[in-house]
Protein backbone atom coordinates (compact mmCIF):
# COMPACT_ATOMS: atom_id res chain seq x y z
CA UNK A 1 0.00 0.00 0.00
CA UNK A 2 1.30 2.77 -1.43
CA UNK A 3 2.18 5.49 1.31
CA UNK A 4 1.41 9.18 0.67
CA UNK A 5 3.67 12.24 1.93
CA UNK A 6 2.12 15.55 2.00
CA UNK A 7 5.02 18.26 1.34
CA UNK A 8 4.30 21.34 2.42
CA UNK A 9 5.86 23.84 0.67
CA UNK A 10 5.48 27.07 3.38
CA UNK A 11 9.23 26.70 3.94
CA UNK A 12 10.26 27.42 0.42
CA UNK A 13 8.37 30.35 -0.10
CA UNK A 14 9.25 31.99 3.46
CA UNK A 15 12.78 31.41 2.87
CA UNK A 16 12.93 32.03 -0.48
CA UNK A 17 15.63 34.77 -1.39
CA UNK A 18 13.30 35.69 -4.88
CA UNK A 19 10.72 37.73 -4.45
CA UNK A 20 7.61 35.58 -4.08
CA UNK A 21 3.85 36.90 -3.25
CA UNK A 22 0.17 35.84 -4.35
CA UNK A 23 -1.73 38.45 -5.62
CA UNK A 24 -5.77 38.94 -6.25
CA UNK A 25 -8.04 39.69 -9.87
CA UNK A 26 -8.81 42.54 -7.52
CA UNK A 27 -4.99 44.07 -7.45
CA UNK A 28 -4.00 43.33 -4.00
CA UNK A 29 -1.36 41.30 -2.56
CA UNK A 30 -2.63 38.23 -0.90
CA UNK A 31 0.73 36.66 0.07
CA UNK A 32 4.26 38.49 0.01
CA UNK A 33 7.00 36.60 1.10
CA UNK A 34 10.02 38.31 3.67
CA UNK A 35 12.26 39.14 0.93
CA UNK A 36 9.77 41.28 -0.69
CA UNK A 37 8.73 42.66 2.21
CA UNK A 38 12.36 43.38 3.36
CA UNK A 39 12.97 45.12 -0.06
CA UNK A 40 9.94 47.05 -0.17
CA UNK A 41 9.95 48.21 3.95
CA UNK A 42 6.35 48.81 4.15
CA UNK A 43 3.94 47.40 6.53
CA UNK A 44 2.05 44.50 6.38
CA UNK A 45 -0.96 46.27 6.77
CA UNK A 46 -0.13 48.97 4.01
CA UNK A 47 0.95 46.54 1.83
CA UNK A 48 -2.16 44.27 1.99
CA UNK A 49 -4.60 47.35 2.28
CA UNK A 50 -3.53 49.24 -1.04
CA UNK A 51 -3.82 48.52 -4.20
CA UNK A 52 -0.70 47.43 -6.09
CA UNK A 53 -0.57 49.88 -8.67
CA UNK A 54 0.21 52.37 -5.81
CA UNK A 55 3.89 50.94 -5.11
CA UNK A 56 4.87 50.51 -8.79
CA UNK A 57 6.73 53.61 -10.12
CA UNK A 58 4.30 56.07 -11.74
CA UNK A 59 5.51 55.85 -15.37
CA UNK A 60 5.31 52.16 -15.76
CA UNK A 61 1.78 52.15 -13.82
CA UNK A 62 -0.06 52.18 -17.26
CA UNK A 63 1.94 49.13 -18.90
CA UNK A 64 2.11 47.52 -15.73
CA UNK A 65 -1.89 47.65 -15.67
CA UNK A 66 -1.87 46.45 -19.00
CA UNK A 67 -0.20 43.16 -18.37
CA UNK A 68 -2.00 42.26 -15.35
CA UNK A 69 -5.54 42.63 -17.81
CA UNK A 70 -3.51 40.05 -19.85
CA UNK A 71 -3.05 37.83 -16.83
CA UNK A 72 -6.39 37.82 -16.00
CA UNK A 73 -7.24 36.53 -19.53
CA UNK A 74 -5.24 33.17 -19.05
CA UNK A 75 -1.90 35.04 -20.46
CA UNK A 76 1.23 34.10 -18.72
CA UNK A 77 4.11 37.41 -18.00
CA UNK A 78 7.28 36.27 -18.09
CA UNK A 79 10.75 38.77 -18.70
CA UNK A 80 8.81 41.80 -17.60
CA UNK A 81 10.63 44.63 -16.26
CA UNK A 82 9.22 47.47 -14.15
CA UNK A 83 9.88 49.65 -11.20
CA UNK A 84 9.08 49.71 -7.33
CA UNK A 85 8.62 52.61 -4.93
CA UNK A 86 9.76 51.38 -1.44
CA UNK A 87 9.34 53.28 1.73
CA UNK A 88 12.40 55.05 1.85
CA UNK A 89 11.66 56.66 -1.75
CA UNK A 90 14.26 54.48 -3.91
CA UNK A 91 13.92 53.08 -6.70
CA UNK A 92 14.16 48.96 -7.16
CA UNK A 93 13.68 47.19 -10.68
CA UNK A 94 12.32 43.79 -10.43
CA UNK A 95 11.92 41.16 -13.31
CA UNK A 96 8.88 39.22 -13.21
CA UNK A 97 7.27 35.96 -13.99
CA UNK A 98 3.60 35.98 -13.65
CA UNK A 99 1.06 32.64 -13.53
CA UNK A 100 -2.68 33.44 -13.33
CA UNK A 101 -4.95 30.92 -12.03
CA UNK A 102 -8.34 32.02 -13.04
CA UNK A 103 -10.43 29.28 -11.48
CA UNK A 104 -8.79 31.17 -7.48
CA UNK A 105 -8.71 34.57 -9.14
CA UNK A 106 -5.18 34.66 -8.36
CA UNK A 107 -1.95 35.78 -9.78
CA UNK A 108 1.33 33.53 -8.35
CA UNK A 109 4.30 35.93 -9.41
CA UNK A 110 8.04 35.50 -8.65
CA UNK A 111 10.29 38.19 -9.27
CA UNK A 112 14.47 39.35 -8.75
CA UNK A 113 15.98 42.81 -7.68
CA UNK A 114 18.12 43.61 -11.18
CA UNK A 115 18.78 46.74 -9.96
CA UNK A 116 22.17 46.80 -9.78
CA UNK A 117 22.07 45.76 -13.29
CA UNK A 118 20.22 48.52 -14.71
CA UNK A 119 22.36 51.16 -12.65
CA UNK A 120 25.71 49.29 -14.38
CA UNK A 121 23.56 49.71 -17.75
CA UNK A 122 23.39 53.19 -17.25
CA UNK A 123 26.58 53.63 -16.28
CA UNK A 124 27.40 51.89 -19.66
CA UNK A 125 25.24 53.85 -21.60
CA UNK A 126 26.66 57.03 -19.83
CA UNK A 127 29.72 55.72 -20.80
CA UNK A 128 29.16 55.17 -24.88
CA UNK A 129 27.59 58.46 -25.31
CA UNK A 130 30.77 60.02 -23.76
CA UNK A 131 32.65 57.91 -26.06
CA UNK A 132 30.53 58.53 -28.75
CA UNK A 133 31.94 62.60 -28.23
CA UNK A 134 35.40 61.70 -27.77
CA UNK A 135 35.25 59.81 -31.42
CA UNK A 136 33.27 62.93 -32.65
CA UNK A 137 35.83 65.41 -31.09
CA UNK A 138 38.88 63.42 -32.42
CA UNK A 139 37.25 62.81 -35.83
CA UNK A 140 37.10 66.64 -36.06
CA UNK A 141 40.58 67.33 -35.01
CA UNK A 142 41.80 64.73 -37.78
CA UNK A 143 39.76 66.28 -40.24
CA UNK A 144 41.09 70.08 -39.26
CA UNK A 145 44.79 68.92 -38.37
CA UNK A 146 44.80 67.34 -42.09
CA UNK A 147 43.48 70.20 -43.66
CA UNK A 148 45.07 72.86 -42.21
CA UNK A 149 48.21 70.91 -43.19
CA UNK A 150 47.78 70.67 -46.60
CA UNK A 151 48.36 74.42 -47.20
CA UNK A 152 52.16 74.52 -46.20
CA UNK A 153 52.53 71.59 -47.79
CA UNK A 154 51.24 72.76 -50.93
CA UNK A 155 53.70 75.64 -50.49
CA UNK A 156 56.15 73.51 -50.42
CA UNK A 157 55.32 71.74 -53.59
CA UNK A 158 55.25 75.13 -55.20
CA UNK A 159 58.67 75.94 -54.24
CA UNK A 160 59.94 73.18 -55.37
CA UNK A 161 58.09 73.69 -59.04
CA UNK A 162 59.96 76.76 -58.86
CA UNK A 163 62.83 76.05 -58.30
CA UNK A 164 65.61 76.02 -61.40
CA UNK A 165 67.66 73.01 -60.45
CA UNK A 166 69.97 73.78 -63.82
CA UNK A 167 71.44 76.53 -61.52
CA UNK A 168 72.84 73.60 -58.81
CA UNK A 169 75.85 72.01 -59.40
CA UNK A 170 76.20 70.48 -55.88
CA UNK A 171 75.47 66.71 -56.33
CA UNK A 172 74.57 66.38 -52.50
CA UNK A 173 72.34 69.38 -52.74
CA UNK A 174 70.56 67.76 -55.64
CA UNK A 175 69.91 64.39 -53.94
CA UNK A 176 68.53 66.91 -50.54
CA UNK A 177 66.53 68.47 -52.28
CA UNK A 178 65.25 65.46 -54.13
CA UNK A 179 64.36 63.85 -51.12
CA UNK A 180 62.69 66.82 -49.62
CA UNK A 181 60.19 66.70 -53.02
CA UNK A 182 59.76 63.22 -52.58
CA UNK A 183 58.76 63.72 -49.24
CA UNK A 184 56.82 66.33 -49.80
CA UNK A 185 54.99 64.63 -52.34
CA UNK A 186 54.63 61.85 -50.08
CA UNK A 187 53.20 63.95 -47.51
CA UNK A 188 50.36 65.90 -49.51
CA UNK A 189 49.02 62.37 -50.83
CA UNK A 190 48.44 61.29 -47.65
CA UNK A 191 46.71 64.40 -46.86
CA UNK A 192 44.35 64.29 -49.10
CA UNK A 193 43.66 60.80 -49.02
CA UNK A 194 42.66 61.61 -45.20
CA UNK A 195 40.77 64.40 -46.03
CA UNK A 196 38.22 62.61 -48.77
CA UNK A 197 37.99 59.76 -46.34
CA UNK A 198 37.21 62.16 -43.04
CA UNK A 199 34.53 64.06 -45.72
CA UNK A 200 33.19 61.15 -47.11
CA UNK A 201 32.56 58.60 -44.08
CA UNK A 202 31.13 59.31 -40.90
CA UNK A 203 32.91 56.83 -39.37
CA UNK A 204 36.11 55.37 -41.32
CA UNK A 205 35.23 51.97 -43.41
CA UNK A 206 39.18 50.13 -43.66
CA UNK A 207 39.36 48.90 -47.19
CA UNK A 208 40.87 45.05 -47.34
CA UNK A 209 43.17 44.19 -50.20
CA UNK A 210 45.62 42.04 -51.12
CA UNK A 211 48.96 44.17 -50.45
CA UNK A 212 52.37 43.23 -51.75
CA UNK A 213 54.69 43.77 -49.01
CA UNK A 214 57.94 44.80 -50.93
CA UNK A 215 55.77 47.49 -53.23
CA UNK A 216 55.00 49.13 -49.39
CA UNK A 217 57.89 48.79 -48.54
CA UNK A 218 59.68 50.49 -51.46
CA UNK A 219 56.90 53.68 -51.01
CA UNK A 220 57.42 53.99 -47.67
CA UNK A 221 61.30 53.74 -47.91
CA UNK A 222 61.52 56.67 -50.71
CA UNK A 223 59.05 58.81 -48.17
CA UNK A 224 61.72 58.43 -45.75
CA UNK A 225 64.80 58.24 -47.65
CA UNK A 226 66.88 60.69 -46.43
CA UNK A 227 66.47 59.88 -43.01
CA UNK A 228 67.29 56.03 -44.45
CA UNK A 229 70.76 57.37 -45.71
CA UNK A 230 72.00 59.60 -42.99
CA UNK A 231 71.34 56.83 -40.40
CA UNK A 232 73.95 54.36 -42.64
CA UNK A 233 71.17 51.87 -41.58
CA UNK A 234 71.53 47.89 -43.77
CA UNK A 235 67.54 46.52 -44.82
CA UNK A 236 67.27 43.28 -45.37
CA UNK A 237 64.67 41.82 -47.05
CA UNK A 238 62.78 38.91 -48.08
CA UNK A 239 59.18 38.69 -48.67
CA UNK A 240 59.36 35.61 -51.26
CA UNK A 241 57.61 33.16 -48.41
CA UNK A 242 54.63 35.69 -48.38
CA UNK A 243 54.82 38.57 -51.24
CA UNK A 244 51.61 39.85 -50.25
CA UNK A 245 48.64 39.92 -47.82
CA UNK A 246 44.78 40.54 -47.36
CA UNK A 247 44.89 43.44 -44.98
CA UNK A 248 44.83 47.73 -45.45
CA UNK A 249 47.11 49.36 -47.66
CA UNK A 250 47.70 52.44 -45.23
CA UNK A 251 47.55 50.21 -42.20
CA UNK A 252 50.68 47.90 -43.75
CA UNK A 253 52.47 51.68 -44.49
CA UNK A 254 51.65 53.02 -41.22
CA UNK A 255 53.39 49.94 -40.01
CA UNK A 256 56.93 49.71 -41.79
CA UNK A 257 56.89 53.55 -41.19
CA UNK A 258 56.81 53.08 -37.56
CA UNK A 259 58.58 50.50 -36.88
CA UNK A 260 61.73 51.58 -39.57
CA UNK A 261 61.88 54.83 -37.98
CA UNK A 262 61.69 53.51 -34.59
CA UNK A 263 64.73 51.12 -35.14
CA UNK A 264 66.68 54.07 -36.41
CA UNK A 265 65.86 56.04 -33.49
CA UNK A 266 66.93 53.92 -30.98
CA UNK A 267 69.97 52.34 -32.96
CA UNK A 268 73.14 51.70 -30.55
CA UNK A 269 75.52 54.60 -31.20
CA UNK A 270 78.68 52.14 -30.92
CA UNK A 271 77.15 49.85 -34.17
CA UNK A 272 75.43 50.71 -37.16
CA UNK A 273 71.94 49.41 -37.68
CA UNK A 274 70.59 46.30 -38.82
CA UNK A 275 67.25 45.74 -40.30
CA UNK A 276 65.90 42.54 -41.29
CA UNK A 277 62.14 42.07 -43.00
CA UNK A 278 60.92 38.42 -43.48
CA UNK A 279 57.29 37.19 -44.20
CA UNK A 280 56.49 33.64 -43.03
CA UNK A 281 53.69 31.16 -43.63
CA UNK A 282 53.88 29.54 -39.54
CA UNK A 283 51.56 26.54 -39.08
CA UNK A 284 49.48 28.19 -41.34
CA UNK A 285 49.25 31.83 -40.23
CA UNK A 286 50.36 34.78 -42.15
CA UNK A 287 53.62 36.29 -39.97
CA UNK A 288 55.82 39.54 -40.82
CA UNK A 289 58.85 39.35 -38.83
CA UNK A 290 60.67 42.66 -37.72
CA UNK A 291 64.08 42.12 -36.13
CA UNK A 292 66.73 45.12 -35.64
CA UNK A 293 70.42 45.07 -33.45
CA UNK A 294 69.24 48.55 -31.53
CA UNK A 295 68.73 49.21 -27.80
CA UNK A 296 66.09 47.16 -26.93
CA UNK A 297 64.62 47.31 -23.74
CA UNK A 298 63.95 45.32 -20.45
CA UNK A 299 60.95 43.14 -21.30
CA UNK A 300 60.19 42.13 -17.51
CA UNK A 301 60.36 46.16 -16.76
CA UNK A 302 57.99 47.32 -19.17
CA UNK A 303 55.76 44.64 -18.97
CA UNK A 304 52.25 45.15 -21.51
CA UNK A 305 53.09 48.66 -21.59
CA UNK A 306 55.07 48.47 -24.92
CA UNK A 307 52.20 49.18 -27.33
CA UNK A 308 50.51 51.57 -24.27
CA UNK A 309 50.24 55.14 -25.47
CA UNK A 310 52.37 57.76 -24.61
CA UNK A 311 54.57 55.18 -23.48
CA UNK A 312 58.40 55.93 -23.69
CA UNK A 313 61.50 53.68 -22.91
CA UNK A 314 64.45 55.60 -23.80
CA UNK A 315 65.26 59.38 -23.30
CA UNK A 316 65.15 60.20 -26.96
CA UNK A 317 63.64 63.78 -26.48
CA UNK A 318 62.16 62.96 -29.82
CA UNK A 319 59.98 60.30 -28.80
CA UNK A 320 56.25 60.85 -28.13
CA UNK A 321 55.14 57.10 -27.69
CA UNK A 322 53.05 57.04 -30.28
CA UNK A 323 54.24 54.61 -32.72
CA UNK A 324 54.29 51.07 -31.45
CA UNK A 325 50.64 52.01 -30.00
CA UNK A 326 49.20 52.90 -33.66
CA UNK A 327 51.17 49.19 -34.73
CA UNK A 328 49.45 47.48 -32.40
CA UNK A 329 45.81 48.88 -33.31
CA UNK A 330 46.25 48.51 -36.61
CA UNK A 331 46.83 44.73 -36.61
CA UNK A 332 44.82 44.19 -33.85
CA UNK A 333 41.61 46.09 -35.38
CA UNK A 334 41.53 43.84 -37.95
CA UNK A 335 42.09 40.32 -35.72
CA UNK A 336 46.03 39.91 -36.19
CA UNK A 337 47.78 39.64 -33.51
CA UNK A 338 51.77 41.02 -32.11
CA UNK A 339 54.09 39.90 -30.52
CA UNK A 340 57.77 41.03 -28.55
CA UNK A 341 61.05 39.97 -27.55
CA UNK A 342 64.21 42.47 -27.16
CA UNK A 343 66.93 42.51 -24.79
CA UNK A 344 68.72 45.90 -23.37
CA UNK A 345 71.81 45.86 -26.43
CA UNK A 346 70.63 43.29 -28.50
CA UNK A 347 67.89 44.25 -30.47
CA UNK A 348 63.96 43.72 -31.07
CA UNK A 349 61.96 41.43 -32.78
CA UNK A 350 58.29 41.98 -33.35
CA UNK A 351 56.43 39.24 -35.14
CA UNK A 352 53.07 40.12 -36.37
CA UNK A 353 50.41 37.63 -37.42
CA UNK A 354 47.84 38.78 -39.89
Known sequence: ????????????????????????????????????????????????????????????????????????????????????????????????????????????AIAKNI?????????????????????????????????????????????????????????EVLETLDYMRMATEGLHKSMDKYVDLLSTNDSLKVELEEVEFESTFKYVQQSIGSLLGNSKVKIKLDFSELPTVLFNRNYLESIFLNLLTNSIKYARPDIPPVIHMTTAMTNGKKQLVFTDNGLGFDLEAVGDKIFGLNQ??????DSKGVGLYLVYNHITSLGGSITVDSKINEGTTFVITF
Open 312 to 317: KFHGNS
Open 1 to 108: MEKTVELSLEPFFELSMDLLCIAGYDGYFKKINPAFRKLLGYPEEVLFSNYISQFIYKEDQPLTASYRENLKKEVPLINYENRFVTASGEIVWLHWTSIPLPDKQLIY
Open 115 to 171: THKKKLEEERNGHMAQLEKINKDLKQLNYTTSHDLRSPVNNLLSIFSILDLSKITDP
